[in-house]
Nanobody, 121 residues
Framework: QVQLVESGGGLVQAGGSLRLSCEASGTIFSIDTMAWYRQAPGKQRELVAAITSGGRTNYGDSVKGRFTISRDNAKNAVFLQMNSLKPEDTAVYYC???????????????WGQGTQVTVSS
């Protein structure tokens, strides 16, 4: 069994900052790309940021220059530092990871339960 557990969401005023964390646990052989997605009410889930096992990053256009993704491979964790938050950043943020549970298995995508981020104007 593999679990992704997110933390760090909450309510913040526009212009403020939050740091999200996500830690994977369970039967894990290796983790490939880790990412953060978000879904606002009535909208499709969208990619916020992704980071490969080697540290290469990719960001959604709306968060470039404001958000920073990082990971700690030793702790199977990924983080999202969110600065200069805007009301339009309000959404449920989900952690995603491509995880291999053994040497013989291919990577499968796992999701966290989501954490609410609300930015007030």
């Amino acid at each position: 069994q593999v679990q992704l557990v997110e933390s760090g969401g909450g309510l913040v005023q526009a212009g403020g900052s939050l740091r999200l964390s996500c830690e994977a646990s369970g039967t894990i052989f290796s983790i490939d790309t880790m990412a953060w997605y978000r879904q606002a009410p009535g909208k499709q889930r969208e990619l916020v940021a992704a980071i490969t096992s080697g540290g290469r990053t990719n960001y959604g256009d709306s968060v470039k220059g404001r958000f920073t993704i990082s990971r700690d491979n030793a702790k199977n964790a990924v983080f999202l530092q969110m600065n200069s938050l805007k009301p339009e950043d309000t959404a449920v943020y989900y952690c995603n990871a491509g995880i291999e549970i053994s040497y013989y298995s291919s990577a499968r995508g796992y999701w966290g339960q989501g954490t609410q981020v609300t930015v007030s104007s």
